[in-house]
């Protein structure tokens, strides 16, 4: 037979994309042309898979030309006229390719340099390899890029574009993405594996090495000879080509002029290479080494191939193709694949090659279109012989020839390469040359030379497009071959290229090929309109779609029609043919199979009455009267054209429809296969897999078992990654796997989608948590999808189209959601209506640095009352404050407001301590915006005399040197506000904010970005630079910035930073430094921080050193300062692990204790200490305190204290505690200071930590006897005999130490007992300085003011109340608020309120709303050391005061701060609601497993107890976070593995209730509204309706009352379901009212109740659906008039009782029963069997075909209610029919009287009872 002709589809002339940018960029014409180069490719090679589609979908896309392009050192990836990407580089660019890198499953792109390799991600990440030697090319191969080495590197030699495989066009790269780095650059060297590889003389330098990973070094690569590896050091081998699918390579030898043909193998573990000094590392650790084998070579070629690439042979044979262009041909080599384990064994067939003549070729993908083999797509070559013809070839078979279209010269290319057509003739013009194909594009070259992108086939047909792909899989190669011939053997020009083809003369064009086998002739093709004039409205008027658009099926019209009828047999060729009868079998059942899977998709309805015509039109050919019949019952309008003759039967059809109700009703392993068409198990179907999908969710669902990849029911399935213990979340799971969404259910027929349904509906209430967002949203749950999805975001297992999955597998019922963006942090908006004017304020647009904390999660918190902006009010100290004045002031009024001022400044100058705490980490900056630092107003005003300003007098006071601290601490409490952005702050943005000179606001900043964990961006050079300015406040505040954001770490080039400060340590050459008191303690709190938790002991014995040493000033104040920062310091080092100092370093432990005070040192007091130092101390610096090796213990005890407390903290070590235990003499009493006291008081409950319990009896228990027996003779008036001063001092110090130290073990718990505790006493205190309070607390001494003095007891009151506060940390507690604002408010006309105890009192209230109520304490070893630091009991005198305890250590509380805050926001809405909590805690020492309620927004228990957190309520679908409780820190934002997603839990409320916000007690409910107001239920009294009723609604109207809402309002208001509010707008229509059908209003609106309040917007299809099928059946059945064209919706109806019977049989359970009324299906079977009933004519239809198989062709009407009748009651065929009768009577034997019923309901299970006794009267 001839080959066919066709023209080529012209879409434009070609020119690079990146050429039209150039030129839009500025470019010169002649500048564009210089080098420059580029490669086409598909667009799924650049993208992630998305999982929603096939991966079909992308093998046949119009248009989808990606293009990458190289200019000097510039790449453009564009698509069309649009630039995607554009890379820049250092040095010009040798090679481009894409490659598959590891085991991640996405491209990358690899840029080859003259001395580096860069590798692009997709997401943005860069890897830069560096070359020390010369790579004169790279190679993609499937398991890494081949690097292949040179002498030199010459650039413009080497070609810069891979010609791999052309299958890199439809890659799949679905799978998880690795992570390259978060480096924006990562440059690795690669030295050393050249280094192994190479000898001195570099003989054994392999010639081809391997990149697997762009973290890991390039491999050198073997070759396998003689059954031994080598070095691969074939220089003289150039590569020319290499597979990215299989480990192929193909190279020339210049020299032998030959090609060679390579396959790399993974070196076997016991084949070891020989390799002398390759790799010094164990073998057992050695990286996957691969060798090179050749597997063929071919001589004779003086140049090498100018084209490799990879085909089919026309038996599916992998084949490579040789273009050689010298001898003009190509040769094509067969190859045998075999893949095991996922590895590919390759070789070449010997003697199975073969050549065509050629001078150009292409792979391209055109007959076989969605059909692949083994890894690759089914290729096509298209080859342009030396006579310029162009041919396409399938194999070896030549198909057709390709002509230009006669109209081509004035082509010019468009954006979307659609070509626009004007008059011109061919003249001479010839192709020559073929470039950069793309599935079926191509770029024609002709002699003119210009180049034009053609398609070499047009797929405008869906159908045409399925039934050939089903054939190509399903025929035999001889046979598909033969059919490929006859389709492409069509000599009509007009095929398939001109603009007036169409979707039906394509399908006309393959029936014709089909109808040939038949032997069939075929009118001509109709004559096409002239599309080059007239509109796109002319063309569709004039189409024959428009003709039969008023047709519901073509199968109805085609009897009727001039195409089919025109069709005469001619059978004396083909019938008679075996091999055309076999050919004919085989197309059957392939085209039977498509015809099955289109049954099952609603909008494909057209394509299957096409196709039900071919089928007729074969079956008849064949005599399948089976089929013919089984057809004709699915279309009844064909009966009237196929007229049965006899009741033969060769075969049974399948049936997809009869597997899944068979399934529904007996289970998978009970069916019969041979209902299912066979090309359903062929994995190489990707036509069937809308079929294959519906039988393997079937099959799951019901009992079918996974092995390997296929089902024990024999089809393939892909299930997705997650945990499952029940079939419904198997089936859920695979869904998701296959990419099966909610979209695609509603294309099902509506009984086919129940049981599917019901399984989502199973799975919504509880579903494992480990499951991908796409599953979460086919449940329904979106909550949980977008916590998962922000989650699997983080962990980087979803790319970030990820977001558009799960778009894709949820509408239409998503659309009405967008992507949740809350972030973490509240909203950095403020709300000017939420704000509360100070009564301070006089100025509204004063910026205090707290503007920002209002939000809409702080509004939902606190909303209720003004807490947060009297926390506000009472922080604020950028306005002046209140000074309350007579309105006539004198000189001596003057002098009060001063002093009155001056009191106010004391308060003023301590708010930014409390500000800090207050607003910390609770708005972001832009990285181009400087820091605004509100401004410190020491000033007041005047209400009496019109707000005048009133400032301090500068002549009596130093301002500028009295605010340098406060303005320190102010630019801290500024920065600290700003929470980190993506995890660090910038090093630009920090050094943005450096001022000219070095200032106390600047210092601030740094040790508020160290807090925060910024400093680390800095580099070496800048931290000198600002230990150069010579800043006392800027060298504090970085270095203690620095050790915060270095904290526990020990780096060194830090340390040597900290330890140039403490001139003790240099060594006697250094020269002297003139350091101030205040860096030397800030040096060694930094050490301490630096070096936390490493127990480092020479940083130890350094500390230790120091607590004894002078600090080289005399202040005794500020020695014991130097002292304290030590003692902090080496607590830090040996954070908790005390026990594992004791034995190895028991010299430093006591030394700690005679610094401390113990009995040893007491018992020496009058002589000399000799102490043995360590050489380290013998070699420094001054003696110890005092005079010779006296100790002064009031220096030295608080650290040594402090360092034994941090030490053994949590160790509850006996040994320890005893030595630190409260003096219980008078006379240790009077040697011991009472502030001392305190301290061991703290530290002996840090070592005994488990035994700090809140109640009074624990605080009294820490009282010694005799001072509890003093206090008793103190109240009985008994002073003679004691010490009364002493015994008071010590008895308040504990007490107040006590409750310090309950304040660190309950911190941030909000322990209900340490808050009443620590109250009480706080009360308790303020009482005994001034009475305030009329309730006496029992039990308590009183008059202590007698005994100490006031300015003790204010003391141990603020250390109360900010114990106090630390325990309610971030609670907001309005009792502790109210008692806060007391304590702010005092006078201060008795002078005894100074600016420490104003700092503890802005502390706490800070505190109490840490971060805006977002933060809180933790109670790990850490932050308890951390607290305590802030905390240190020894507080200012003065804004200035740093001598005992540095200033700016008060801000290390950020370190124990967790931001344990969550807040749940509707996904719905996307706004903050309220939703209760199920806590749960694990137990511990103190209580049992206690689970408690919250409320959010809440804060959480730490993480060390926290065990679950629920979503519970009737409100909001439930949700489960299990936890693990570990001692750890909370999560941060930038974790991956934060279960809470940075304080967010996404919830879904449930339909019928409104948020707690709108409805806080739940009165308006769905059930509680005057419409409907019962549950919605079928009036089982009168089923035959079909139809919903209100329970207390007889008459529809009504339903609405009087004042009611209207139903759009009704269900707008408890749903969010954009297709239920349509419906409802749809109901409240005024024309919808109007409507007669009134029960069919009521039943819609009955409909409407029941999806809303069960929650089920997807039923509302399913219901109408139902119902408008049976209204249908109903009125063709009383009417005659036909309004239903096909019987498929019995089948459909049929699924709908099957699955009811499941509910009944328990096949299926569901605690909440069946996704739609049971009693709805019920009086669904009950209608239709009523229909039957009462026609008229059926029984005699019936009789006709059962006994001649005759159909009623004369009467429409009647052949369509047969075909239901048949099909509603599983009649069989005539014949089998006949053959069972048969049977039976053979098993009755001749008895009359024996009924053959019994045998037949056995023969036939499948037919009703009631058709079983109809058919006993006819035929029996």
């Known amino acids: 037979m001839s080959i066919g002709t066709r023209r080529l589809t012209v879409l434009g002339e070609f020119k690079p994309f990146s050429l039209a940018t150039e030129t839009v960029d500025g ?307 067969r190859l045998q694949i075999m893949e095991i384990n996922d590895e590919f064994l390759v070789d070449v067939k010997p003697d199975m090659s073969w050549s065509l003549s050629a001078i150009a070729a292409e792979p391209v993908i055109v007959t076989r279109p969605r059909v692949k083999v083994g890894p690759f797509q089914f290729f096509d070559i298209i080859i342009l012989t030396p006579e310029n013809t162009l041919l396409l070839y399938s194999g070896r078979q030549c198909l057709c020839k390709y002509l230009l279209p006669p109209c081509l010269d004035k082509i010019q290319l468009s954006e979307n390469l659609v070509p626009s057509w004007t008059p011109s003739t061919l003249h001479d013009m010839k192709i020559t040359g073929l470039l950069d194909a793309v599935d079926e594009r191509i770029n024609v070259k002709l002699s003119n030379g210009k180049v034009y992108r053609c398609a070499l086939q047009q797929n405008l047909s869906s159908l045409a497009n399925d039934c050939i792909s089903a054939m190509a899989v399903g025929l035999s190669s001889r046979f598909y071959n033969q059919f490929l011939i006859l389709l492409w053997a069509s000599t009509d020009l007009g095929y398939p290229s001109e603009v007036a083809a169409t979707v039906d003369n394509e399908w006309y064009s393959y029936s014709n090929a089909v109808m040939k086998m038949c032997g069939k002739s075929s009118p ?170 519906i039988v393997s969710f079937y099959s799951l669902l019901f009992g079918s078992e996974l092995s390997g990849k296929k089902l024990s029911s024999g089809v393939y399935c892909s299930i997705a990654s997650g945990s499952s213990t029940t079939c419904e979340e198997r089936t859920v799971l695979a869904m998701v796997g296959e990419g099966f969404g909610l979209r695609q259910l509603d294309l099902l027929p509506e009984g086919v989608s129940l049981p599917l349904r019901h399984a989502l509906d199973k799975c919504r209430e509880s579903p494992p948590t480990d499951w991908p967002p796409v599953a979460y949203v086919l449940l329904g749950r979106e909550d949980l999808a977008w916590s998962r999805w922000t989650h699997s975001w983080k962990l980087k297992e979803f790319g970030p189209v990820s977001d558009m999955n799960l778009f894709s597998m949820s509408s239409p019922y998503m659309l009405h959601l967008l ?115 509100p401004k410190l107003v020491l000033a007041g005003r005047l209400p009496a005399q019109q707000n005048a300003t009133v400032n301090l007098d500068p002549s009596i006071r130093n301002i500028q040197e009295l605010k340098i601290w406060p303005e320190f601490h102010n630019a801290v409490a500024a920065g600290l506000m700003l929470a980190p952005i993506q995890g660090k702050m910038s090093r630009t943005w920090i050094i943005y904010n450096q001022p000219d000179e070095a200032n106390v606001t600047h210092a601030g900043l740094l040790l508020a970005m160290g807090l925060h964990g910024h400093l680390q961006v800095l580099t070496i050079t800048d931290i000198y630079q600002y230990y150069s300015q010579g800043n006392e406040s800027t060298t504090v505040g970085l270095m203690l910035g620095l050790a915060a954001s270095y904290r526990g770490t020990m780096e060194p080039a830090i340390s040597k930073s900290f330890y140039v400060h403490v001139p003790a340590r240099h060594p006697s050459s250094f020269p002297d430094l003139e350091l101030s008191s205040l860096l030397q303690p800030a040096a060694l709190m930094s050490i301490g921080l630096l070096y936390e938790g490493s127990m480092h002991p020479q940083t130890m014995q350094i500390l230790l050193s120091e607590i004894g040493r002078r600090s080289g000033v005399d202040n005794v104040l500020e020695s014991e300062g130097y002292a304290v920062s030590a003692g902090f310091a080496l607590g830090l080092v040996g954070l908790g692990r005390g026990q594992d100092v004791l034995g190895f370093m028991d010299t430093l432990i006591e030394r700690l204790f005679h610094y401390a005070g113990g009995k040893e040192s007491r018992s020496s007091q009058n002589r000399s200490v000799s102490l043995t130092f360590s050489g380290i101390d013998q070699n420094h610096g001054p003696a110890q305190t005092m005079d010779g090796a006296l100790i002064n213990i009031d220096i030295t005890a608080p650290g040594a204290i402090i360092a034994l407390g941090l030490m053994f903290l949590k160790t509850e070590s006996e040994m320890v505690a005893s030595r630190l235990s409260i003096p219980h003499t008078q006379f240790s009493l009077q040697y011991v200071r009472p502030d001392f006291i305190m301290l061991r008081v703290i530290a002996w409950n840090l070592v005994l930590w488990s035994r700090v319990t809140p109640s009074k009896s624990w605080i009294q228990s820490q009282i010694p006897d005799i001072v509890k027996n003093g206090l008793h003779s103190l109240e009985a008036s008994h002073e003679d005999d004691i010490d009364a001063e002493s015994l008071v001092q010590a008895y308040v110090n504990i007490v107040a130490g006590a409750c310090l130290s309950i304040g660190l073990k309950f911190a941030g718990t909000y322990n209900g007992d340490a808050q009443e505790l620590l109250n009480e006493y706080a009360v308790y205190f303020l009482n005994e300085i001034k009475p305030v309070s009329s309730k006496s607390v029992n039990n308590m001494p009183k008059g202590l003011a007698k005994y100490v003095d006031r300015g003790t007891l204010e003391i141990c009151l603020h250390l109360t109340v900010l114990s106090l506060s630390v325990v309610m940390a971030g609670s907001g507690d309005l009792q502790t608020l109210r008692l806060l604002r007391y304590l702010r408010n005092r006078s201060y006309a008795d002078g005894h309120t100074n600016y420490g105890t104003q700092m503890a009192v802005s502390l706490a209230v800070g505190f109490l709303f840490l971060g805006g109520g977002v933060r809180t304490f933790s109670t790990s070893n850490s932050s308890i050391a951390a607290l305590l630091i802030a905390l240190y009991p020894r507080l200012p005198m003065g804004p200035n005061d740093n001598r005992c305890h540095l200033q700016a250590f008060r801000h290390l509380y950020v370190l124990a701060t967790e931001a344990r805050w969550v807040q749940t926001i509707d996904v719905d809405t996307g706004l903050p609601v309220y939703a209760p909590l199920e806590v749960t805690i694990k137990e511990t020492d103190c209580y049992s497993e206690t689970t408690f309620c919250e409320i959010t927004p809440c804060l959480l228990p730490e993480r060390a107890v926290l065990k679950t957190v629920r979503i519970c309520g009737p409100r909001y679908w439930p949700q489960l976070i299990e936890l693990i409780p570990e001692e ?189 009324q049971s009693v709805f299906i019920g009086s669904m079977r009950k209608r239709v069997d009523e229909l039957f009933e009462n026609v008229c004519g059926l029984q005699n239809h019936l009789s006709n075909y059962l006994r001649l198989g005759k159909w009623p062709s004369e009467d429409s009407n009647g052949c369509a209610i047969l075909s239901w009748y048949l099909q509603w009651n599983d009649v069989p065929s005539p014949y089998v029919l006949k053959t069972a009768v048969e049977k039976a009577r053979s098993v009755v034997g001749a008895s009359k009287s024996s009924s053959l019923l019994p045998i037949l309901n056995l023969l036939i299970p499948r037919t009703q009872t009631s058709a079983m006794a109809q058919i006993d009267k006819i035929l029996i």
């Open 819 to 933: 992507p949740v963006t809350i972030p973490p942090l509240p909203d950095t908006t403020g709300q000017e209506n939420t704000r509360l004017e100070d009564a301070d304020m006089v100025n509204g647009s004063s910026t205090d640095g707290m503007d920002h904390i209002f939000s809409s999660s702080t509004q939902l918190r606190y909303g209720r009352d003004l807490r947060l902006n009297e926390a506000r009010r009472l922080l604020c100290s950028a306005r002046p404050v209140v000074i309350q004045t007579s309105i006539n002031t004198t000189a001596s009024d003057q002098d009060l407001q001063q002093a009155q001022l001056w009191q106010l400044a004391q308060r003023t100058t301590s708010l930014p301590l409390g500000r800090g705490a207050f607003t910390l980490a609770t708005t972001t900056t832009l990285l181009t915006e400087a820091l605004t630092v």
């Open 524 to 693: 001509g093709l109709p004559e096409f309109a002239d599309s080059s004039t007239g509109s796109a409205w002319d063309f569709l008027i004039s189409s024959d779609f428009h003709k039969n658009y008023n047709r519901m099926s073509i199968a109805w019209s085609s009897a009727h029609t001039s195409h089919t009828s025109c069709l005469q047999f001619d059978t004396m060729q083909n019938s008679h043919n075996p091999f055309y009868h076999e050919l004919l079998m085989e197309t059957l059942d392939a085209l039977h199979a498509v015809y099955e899977s289109l049954k099952l998709d609603n909008i494909r309805k057209r394509d299957l009455g096409l196709l039900v015509v071919l089928l007729c039109d074969v079956a008849d050919f064949l005599g399948e009267e089976c089929y013919l019949d089984y057809y004709i019952r699915d279309f009844p309008g064909l009966s009237s054209k196929f007229l049965s003759q006899s009741l033969f039967c060769g075969h049974t059809p399948p049936s997809i429809f009869r597997w899944l109700e068979s399934c529904v009703q007996h289970g998978p392993r009970s069916m019969d296969t041979c209902d299912l068409p066979p090309l359903i198990f062929d994995d190489r179907s990707t036509v069937l897999s809308w079929a294959r999908k």
């Open 1528 to 1716: 750890k820190p909370w999560w941060c934002s930038t974790d991956r593995n934060d279960p809470f997603n940075s304080g967010i839990i996404y919830i879904k409320r449930r339909v019928g209730v409104c948020s707690y916000v709108d409805d806080p007690v739940g009165c308006q409910s769905l059930l509680s509204q005057a419409m409907h107001k019962v549950v919605f239920k079928f009036k089982s009294s009168d089923c035959s309706k079909l139809k919903l009723e209100a329970a207390n609604s007889s008459n529809p109207n009504d339903s609405v009352g009087a004042g009611a809402k209207s139903i759009e309002q009704l269900v707008s208001a408890f749903s969010s379901d954009p297709s239920l509010n349509a419906f409802a707008q749809l109901c409240s229509d005024p024309a919808w009212n109007n409507r007669s059908d009134i029960d069919f209003q009521e039943f819609c609106l009955q409909v409407l109740f029941e999806c809303v309040s069960k929650d089920k917007p997807t039923l509302l299809q399913v219901y109408l659906s139902f119902y408008s099928i049976l209204g249908s059946m109903a009125d063709q059945v009383q009417t005659g008039h036909s309004a239903l064209n096909d019987s498929t919706f019995i089948s459909s109806l049929k699924l709908a009782l099957a699955y009811k019977e499941a509910l009944l049989n328990e096949r299926l359970i569901n605690p909440k029963g069946g996704i739609i």
């Open 27 to 333: 470019k010169s014409a002649e500048d564009s042309q210089n080098k420059f180069d580029y490669f086409l490719f598909d667009s799924a090679v650049g993208r992630q898979k998305d999982g929603t589609g096939d991966c079909e979908t992308s093998c046949s896309s119009k248009g989808g030309d990606h293009e990458i392009s190289v200019r000097g050192n510039q790449i453009i990836w564009a698509t069309g006229s649009q630039v995607y990407k554009r890379f820049t580089l250092p040095s010009p660019v040798i090679k481009v390719c894409w490659c598959m890198l590891s085991s991640v499953s996405e491209a990358f792109l690899c840029v080859l340099q003259s001395d580096s390799l860069t590798i692009y991600g997709i997401e943005g990440e860069v890897a830069a390899v560096s070359l020390p030697r010369t790579v004169t090319s790279i190679w993609p191969l499937p398991f890494g890029l081949l690097l292949q080495n040179g002498t030199k590197c010459n650039p413009s030699a080497y070609a810069p574009f891979s010609s791999s495989s052309p299958s890199s066009s439809s890659r799949d790269i679905s799978r998880t993405k690795r992570e390259i780095g978060c480096n924006a650059l990562l440059n690795m060297g690669i030295g050393n594996t050249f280094g192994h590889a190479t000898r001195a003389d570099g003989t054994l330098m392999s010639s081809h090495m391997i990149l697997r990973d762009p973290l890991e070094e390039p491999q050198s690569s073997f070759i396998e000879e003689r059954g031994k590896m080598n070095i691969m050091r074939e220089f003289e081998e150039n590569t020319i080509w290499t597979s990215n699918r299989i480990p192929l390579m193909a190279s020339y030898n210049k020299g032998k002029l030959q090609h060679s043909l390579w396959v790399a193998d993974a070196i076997n573990s016991n084949h070891e290479p020989t390799r002398s000094k390759l790799c010094d590392l164990p073998i057992g650790v050695l990286p996957k080494q691969f060798s090179f084998r050749r597997i063929w070579q071919g001589k004779g070629a003086q140049s090498a191939a100018n084209k490799v690439f990879l085909a089919t042979d026309d038996d599916a044979s992998t084949t490579i193709c040789f273009l050689l262009q010298e001898q003009k041909k190509l040769l094509s080599l």
